[in-house]
């Protein structure tokens, strides 16, 4: 069973930068597409940028342009770099495999606010 652990999060102003991180147990880490998820107060959870096994990526229109997903797979680490922090990017966010059951950690807290 994949244990998925996030970090990174924090408070920043708009404009600001954040990476997230999110290690991962487990042998077959490398073989699984990751996503990134948040969730807002009130709001459903929502796939924010997904990574093949291969490295292709995927950004959901909210964050394109500013969010970089990647991925270490000697590390068993996947990456979410966000720049140019809105408001709207307050959630807290959750790392799991887009693919198969959803695996959840604790979730990180990302709060932009001036």
């Known amino acids: 069973q994949v244990q998925l652990v996030e970090s990174g999060g924090g408070v920043v102003q708009p404009g600001g930068s954040l990476r997230l991180s999110c290690a991962a147990s487990g042998s077959k880490f490398s073989i699984m597409p990751m996503g990134w998820y948040r969730q807002a107060p009130g709001k459903e959870r929502e796939l924010v940028a997904h990574?093949?096994?291969?490295?292709?990526?995927w950004c959901a229109d909210s964050a394109k342009g500013r969010f970089t997903i990647s991925r270490d797979n000697a590390k068993n680490t996947v990456y979410l770099q966000m720049n140019s922090l809105k408001s709207e990017d307050t959630a807290v966010y959750y790392c799991?495999?887009?693919?198969?059951?959803?695996?959840w950690g604790q979730g990180i807290q990302v709060t932009v606010s001036s």
């Open positions: 799991s495999p887009t693919q198969g059951p959803r695996i």
């Open positions: 990574i093949t096994s291969g490295g292709n990526t």
